[in-house]
C-alpha cells in the first residue's frame, strides 16, 4: 500500500553523513509532518564524493553509506515510523577516470569490442581520424610528452588478475591483452615467447568477442600462475622495467605501446576541443550513458527497481533529464516499469527540470512534477517589489558599465562556453549535421565549419534547454522556441550563411523523420538528439554557472530556476502558475532551497527587501564603494575587485550576514568572512572574466580575498563593519517576514512541500558547499519537541524556531487534510483597501472543506523600525480580505496562531488587521 505523501526532506548523504546517521533523526522527521525523507543519490559512487551523482556501480549501495546494510536499517526505521523513502537516480552519466568503473575500465582495455562500449556516448568514428575507433582520454595534468619524461605514468602488472595497465596517480589505463604481446618482448626474455605468441594470437579472434575475451583470460590465468613463482615474478618485471619511463629506451617503448591502445592519452585541457565522448557538461570525470538503448537501462535501473518492487522505496527523483536523448520515452518506460513491479502503488516520478517562465512541463510523460525549481523562482519573485527594478537597473549599470539587459551578459556567456568549454560538444553536432547534408546533394557541399557557424548563433539565442523532437517531428510549442532561435540567429549571422538556418529549420524537425527513408531518418534523429544534448548544457554552463555571476542588479534573482530578466512575479503570475499546477501537476514538488541554490531561501528573502528601498541601497553602496576605492589594488588587467564583483560582494553580506553575529565579536566576523571569500572565490571563477577554474588568476582572487578582509575590519575608521551590519539587521526584520511568507507558501499551494536538510531554521547558506554545512540537529529536535506556538516565539524569532513551528502546524493541517491540499481547487484571493498590495492570499477548495492562506507581501514600508516580523496591527487598518460567496463561514479557525476569527452570517469580509495580529502570516480552516 502507498503511504499517503505529504511532504518531503531532502538529505544528503556522505561519509561524513551516512546512511545510519539519518536513522534517529526519523521520528524528527515525523514529529515535523514529513511523510517522505529525500534521499541524495546512494548508488557506489567515487570515493570521497561528497554529492553521489558520480556513480561507479549501479549494482551496490555505496559502501561509503554504510552499504546495503545501512540502508536496511533506515528503512525498518522509516517503516516503523510509517515514512516512505524517495531515491535519486543519475540515468545520465557515470564517474569515469580513476579505478574504479569496472564497465568505463572495459571499455578502455577492449574498444569497440566491449560489451559496454554501447553503454557510453562514444563517437567512435569522427572527423578526427587519428581518433578513429579511439576514445580521446583527457586525464593527464600536464601534456602528454611532459607527463611521459616525468615517470608518472608507469606500466604496471596486477597479480590478482594477471592484467598490465598503466598507472597514472589515482587513474588506471589497462592495455589491451592482444598486446601483451610486446610488453613480454620488451624485456628480450625468451621464456616468456610462448605467452607473447599466445597474447598476439587475440588479434585475430577480434570479429569474435567471446573467444576474444576466452583466450585473454587464459592467457591472464597464466600470468598468474607465472607469478605466483618467484621466478616468473622476477620475469614478469623485468620485462616491465624495459618500459621504464625515466630511460630514453623505455619512454620509447611505453610511447609505442600507448599509442596501440584503444584510447589516446591527453592532457586534460585538450577535452574542450577534441572528445569524442558525451560528458556532463564540461566535467571530464562524468561520462554520458545511452540510457536510451534497452541494455543500459536494464543494467542501471536494476537494482532501484529491485529497491521499489521490494518496498524499500517509494519512488525516485530523475537527474538532469534534458540530458537524456530521449527524455518522454525513459519516463514513460521508467514509470511502467515502476507499475510493473509493484501494481499496488501509483509510481512517485519527479524530473530536475529547469524550466523558462514561459515554458511548461510536458504532460505525457508521465512524471508527478519537477523537482520544485519553478516553484523556488515563483514563491521568491512574488516577495520582489517591480517598482524597485528601474532604480536598482540604474544602480547597476552606472556603477559597472554593464548592460542592463541580463540577456545581453547571457548570450555573450554562450558564445564563451561554446568556443571555450563545449567546443568538442559542438563539433560533434556540426559533424552529425554534416552528416546529415551529406546525404543530399543540392546541400552535401555546406562545410562542417559553415554548419559550426550557423549552430552557434543559433545556440546564442536559444532560450531554454531544450526541444523534444521525436520521430513525428516536433510540437508546436517546440515549433515556438525554435523560430525564436532561429529568428535570432538570422540577426547576427553573416550573410553567406543565413540558407543554413532555414536548413536546419527543416533538420531539426521540421521535416518529420518518420516521413523520411529509414537510413536518412537514423541520421535526422540522431543530429537532433547532439542538438539538445548540446543545447541544455550551453545553456546550464552559459546561463546559472556563469551569466548569473557576471550580472548582479539584484542576486536574489539569480537562481536556479529564475530569469535574472523578470525582477519580480507579479501575485497574478503566481496565482496563474498555482492554477496550471494544480491542474496538470498536483503532486509536483514545491522547493525553496536545494543542494544546487546559489544562495539560502531566507537569504534571497532579505535580499528581496532591497526591491523595495533600493534608493536607500544605492545610497549605503555609493557609500561603501568610495570607503573602500583606496582598497582596491591596481593589477595589469585592472582594479581587484572589478566593480560588478564589488556589487555582488555587498548584496551577500547583507543578504547573509548571520542574525546573531556582534560586529565587535572578532571570532565570529572573521568566520563569516571566510564563508564570504570562498562564495567570492566561486563566484569570480564561474564569472569566467578575470580568472577561472581551468587556469586560476591568484593574483586576482588574492586582490580580492584581501579586499574583503580589509575593508570589513574592526579597527577601520570608517567602522564599515558595523555599517554592513546595520544594514543587514535594518533588512532582517521585513526579510524574516518574507522568509515565513515562503514558508507558508510551500506549505498551502498545489503541490508537495520539500524541505532541504535544515532549512527549517533560518537558512542564510550561500552557494556549495557552504549550503551543505553538517546541521543542528539536536537543536531542531528540541525545537519540536517543545512544540511551542509560532505567536509564543515571535519575541525570540531570531533563533529561527519560529519558521519551524509554522512549518509544523502547517503540515499537520496538510496530513489531517489530505484531500483539500491534493485535490483541491486553487481560489485566488483579493484585499481591498489601503494595504491591499501587501497581501497574497488563496484558498484551497474540495468538498472536504476549505483552507486559506494569507501572507504578508512587501513588509519593509509596513514593519519600518519595528523589532519583530509582525506588521502592527493599525498598519492594517481599513484593509480586509474577500472572501467569495462559496467560501464565506462564520468561524476560521487559524492553525497557526490557534485563534478563531468570527464573522457575522453572509460575511464576505475578514479585517487583515485581526488576521494578522499575531503572526505575518494565517492559514485558516472552517471551525
Keep these: 500500500m502507498s503511504l499517503p505523501l505529504t511532504a518531503t526532506a531532502r538529505l544528503q548523504f556522505h561519509a561524513g553523513f551516512t546512511l545510519d546517521d539519518a536513522v534517529p533523526l526519523v521520528p524528527y522527521f515525523a514529529r515535523l509532518g514529513i511523510s517522505h525523507l529525500y534521499a541524495s543519490p546512494i548508488l557506489k559512487a567515487r570515493p570521497g564524493s561528497t554529492h553521489g551523482y558520480d556513480i561507479v556501480d549501479h549494482g551496490r549501495i555505496n559502501p561509503e553509506l554504510g552499504g546495503e546494510a545501512a540502508l536496511a536499517r533506515l528503512v525498518a526505521a522509516l517503516k516503523a515510523a510509517n515514512l516512505g523513502l524517495i531515491l535519486d537516480i543519475v540515468p545520465n552519466h557515470m564517474g569515469v577516470g580513476g579505478a574504479d568503473n569496472a564497465w568505463w575500465l572495459d571499455v578502455l582495455e577492449w574498444g569497440r569490442q566491449s560489451p559496454y562500449a554501447g553503454f557510453f556516448d562514444i563517437d567512435w568514428e569522427p572527423p578526427d581520424r587519428a581518433l578513429h575507433n579511439r576514445m580521446l582520454a583527457p586525464f593527464l595534468g600536464a601534456p602528454y610528452g611532459e607527463a611521459l619524461a616525468s615517470g608518472a605514468l608507469t606500466l604496471q602488472f596486477d597479480t590478482a588478475t594477471g592484467q598490465f595497465f598503466v598507472q597514472y596517480y589515482e587513474h588506471r589505463f589497462p592495455i589491451a591483452p592482444q598486446h601483451y604481446t610486446h610488453v613480454l618482448r620488451g624485456g628480450g626474455d625468451p621464456a616468456l615467447e610462448d605467452l607473447a605468441q599466445e597474447f598476439g594470437r587475440i588479434g585475430l579472434h577480434l570479429r569474435d568477442r567471446s573467444a576474444a575475451r576466452s583466450a585473454a583470460a587464459q592467457g591472464q590465468q597464466a600470468l598468474v600462475e607465472l607469478a605466483s613463482t618467484r621466478a616468473g615474478a622476477t620475469r614478469i618485471e623485468a620485462a616491465i622495467a624495459a618500459f621504464d619511463p625515466l630511460e630514453e629506451a623505455g619512454r620509447d617503448r611505453l610511447h609505442r605501446l600507448l599509442e596501440r591502445q584503444h584510447y589516446r592519452l591527453v592532457w586534460w585541457r585538450a577535452a574542450a576541443d577534441e572528445i569524442n565522448w558525451r560528458r556532463f557538461f564540461d566535467i571530464t570525470s562524468l561520462a554520458g550513458l545511452r540510457v536510451e538503448l534497452p541494455e543500459v537501462f536494464d543494467a542501471t535501473h536494476e537494482l532501484i527497481l529491485k529497491l521499489y518492487a521490494d518496498g524499500d522505496i517509494d519512488g525516485v527523483r530523475i537527474d538532469h533529464i534534458d540530458g537524456l536523448a530521449d527524455p518522454r520515452s525513459y519516463c514513460r518506460k521508467l514509470y511502467r516499469r515502476m507499475q510493473t513491479v509493484r501494481p499496488d502503488q501509483a509510481p512517485l516520478v519527479w524530473v530536475e527540470k529547469i524550466l523558462a517562465p514561459f515554458e511548461s512541463l510536458r504532460t505525457d510523460w508521465l512524471v508527478d512534477g519537477t523537482t520544485g525549481y519553478d516553484f523556488m523562482d515563483e514563491a521568491s519573485g512574488v516577495l520582489h517589489?517591480?517598482?524597485?527594478?528601474?532604480?536598482?537597473?540604474?544602480?547597476?549599470?552606472?556603477?559597472?558599465?554593464?548592460?542592463?539587459?541580463?540577456?545581453?551578459?547571457?548570450?555573450?556567456?554562450?558564445?564563451?562556453?561554446?568556443?571555450?568549454?563545449?567546443?568538442?560538444?559542438?563539433?560533434?553536432?556540426?559533424?552529425?549535421?554534416?552528416?546529415?547534408?551529406?546525404?543530399?546533394?543540392?546541400?552535401?557541399?555546406?562545410?562542417?565549419?559553415?554548419?559550426?557557424?550557423?549552430?552557434?548563433?543559433?545556440?546564442?539565442?536559444?532560450?531554454?534547454?531544450?526541444?523534444?523532437?521525436?520521430?513525428?517531428?516536433?510540437?508546436?510549442?517546440?515549433?515556438?522556441?525554435?523560430?525564436?532561435?532561429?529568428?535570432?540567429?538570422?540577426?547576427?549571422?553573416?550573410?553567406?550563411?543565413?540558407?543554413?538556418?532555414?536548413?536546419?529549420?527543416?533538420?531539426?524537425?521540421?521535416?518529420?523523420?518518420?516521413?523520411?527513408?529509414?537510413?536518412?531518418?537514423?541520421?535526422?534523429?540522431?543530429?537532433?538528439?547532439?542538438?539538445?544534448?548540446?543545447?541544455?548544457?550551453?545553456?546550464?554552463?552559459?546561463?546559472?554557472?556563469?551569466?548569473?555571476?557576471?550580472?548582479?542588479?539584484?542576486?536574489?534573482?539569480?537562481?536556479?530556476?529564475?530569469?535574472?530578466?523578470?525582477?519580480?512575479?507579479?501575485?497574478?503570475?503566481?496565482?496563474?502558475?498555482?492554477?496550471?499546477?494544480?491542474?496538470?501537476?498536483?503532486?509536483?514538488?514545491?522547493?525553496?532551497?536545494?543542494?544546487?541554490?546559489?544562495?539560502?531561501?531566507?537569504?534571497?528573502?532579505?535580499?528581496?527587501?532591497?526591491?523595495?528601498?533600493?534608493?536607500?541601497?544605492?545610497?549605503?553602496?555609493?557609500?561603501?564603494?568610495?570607503?573602500?576605492?583606496?582598497?582596491?589594488?591596481?593589477?595589469s588587467d585592472g582594479a581587484a575587485p572589478g566593480m560588478s564583483a564589488q556589487l555582488m560582494l555587498y548584496q551577500t553580506l547583507v543578504g547573509a550576514w548571520p542574525l546573531d553575529l556582534d560586529p565587535e565579536d572578532e571570532a565570529g566576523v572573521n568566520e563569516f568572512l571566510e564563508r564570504v571569500v570562498a562564495w567570492q572565490e566561486k563566484a569570480l571563477r564561474e564569472a569566467k572574466r578575470r580568472t577561472e577554474w581551468a587556469v586560476p588568476n591568484a593574483e586576482y582572487e588574492t586582490a580580492c580575498r584581501d579586499f574583503v578582509f580589509t575593508c570589513m575590519a574592526a579597527d577601520r575608521a570608517s567602522h564599515l563593519r558595523g555599517e554592513v551590519a546595520a544594514f543587514a539587521g535594518r533588512i532582517a526584520v521585513a526579510g524574516a517576514v518574507n522568509g515565513l511568507a515562503q514558508t507558508l507558501l510551500r506549505c498551502a499551494a498545489p503541490g508537495v512541500p520539500d524541505l532541504y536538510q535544515g532549512t527549517e531554521f533560518w537558512d542564510l547558506s550561500l552557494v556549495d558547499p557552504d549550503n551543505r554545512r553538517p546541521v543542528d540537529w539536536d537543536a531542531r529536535r528540541v525545537a519540536v519537541e517543545a512544540a511551542a506556538a509560532p505567536a509564543e516565539l515571535l519575541q525570540s524569532w531570531r533563533d529561527g524556531r519560529i519558521k519551524q513551528a509554522i512549518l509544523a502546524r502547517a503540515l499537520a493541517l496538510r496530513a489531517a487534510r489530505p484531500a483539500i491540499f491534493v485535490e483541491g481547487d486553487y481560489l485566488p484571493l483579493v484585499a481591498e483597501g489601503p494595504q491591499a498590495a501587501h497581501v497574497l492570499a488563496f484558498a484551497r477548495v474540495h468538498k472536504d472543506g476549505v483552507v486559506i492562506a494569507v501572507a504578508t507581501r512587501l513588509p519593509a514600508a509596513l514593519v519600518g523600525d519595528a523589532p519583530l516580523p509582525l506588521v502592527p496591527a493599525a498598519e492594517w487598518g481599513g484593509t480586509e480580505l474577500v472572501l467569495p460567496r462559496g467560501i464565506m463561514a462564520q468561524r476560521w479557525r487559524d492553525v497557526l496562531s490557534g485563534i478563531t476569527h468570527e464573522g457575522s452570517e453572509g460575511a464576505d469580509r475578514l479585517p487583515l488587521a485581526d488576521l494578522l495580529a499575531r503572526l505575518p502570516v494565517a492559514l485558516l480552516e472552517v471551525g
Design 385 to 635: 517589489d517591480p517598482a524597485g527594478e528601474a532604480p536598482l537597473t540604474t544602480l547597476w549599470t552606472e556603477s559597472t558599465g554593464r548592460s542592463p539587459h541580463f540577456e545581453a551578459e547571457a548570450r555573450e556567456a554562450r558564445r564563451q562556453i561554446l568556443r571555450d568549454n563545449l567546443a568538442s560538444e559542438l563539433n560533434a553536432t556540426a559533424a552529425a549535421l554534416k552528416r546529415v547534408a551529406g546525404r543530399d546533394l543540392v546541400t552535401r557541399d555546406f562545410t562542417l565549419t559553415a554548419l559550426r557557424r550557423a549552430l552557434v548563433e543559433v545556440l546564442v539565442h536559444f532560450p531554454i534547454y531544450r526541444l523534444y523532437i521525436s520521430t513525428g517531428g516536433r510540437s508546436e510549442d517546440d515549433k515556438r522556441i525554435l523560430d525564436w532561435a532561429l529568428a535570432g540567429a538570422r540577426r547576427t549571422i553573416r550573410a553567406a550563411d543565413r540558407p543554413l538556418i532555414d536548413l536546419l529549420d527543416g533538420w531539426l524537425g521540421g521535416e518529420p523523420p518518420r516521413s523520411l527513408a529509414p537510413s536518412l531518418r537514423r541520421e535526422r534523429l540522431s543530429a537532433a538528439v547532439r542538438f539538445q544534448q548540446l543545447s541544455a548544457p550551453v545553456a546550464a554552463k552559459s546561463v546559472e554557472d556563469t551569466a548569473f555571476y557576471r550580472y548582479g542588479r539584484l542576486i536574489s534573482r539569480n537562481e536556479v530556476g529564475s530569469d535574472p530578466a523578470r525582477f519580480a512575479v507579479t501575485p497574478a503570475g503566481f496565482h496563474g502558475a498555482a492554477k496550471a499546477r494544480a491542474k496538470n501537476f498536483p503532486r509536483a514538488l514545491l522547493a525553496t532551497a536545494t543542494h544546487d541554490h546559489k544562495r539560502g531561501e531566507d537569504v534571497r528573502a532579505r535580499l528581496a527587501v532591497l526591491s523595495e528601498i533600493p534608493e536607500e541601497w544605492a545610497t549605503a553602496v555609493h557609500r561603501w564603494t568610495r570607503l573602500n576605492s583606496q582598497l582596491r589594488k591596481e593589477l
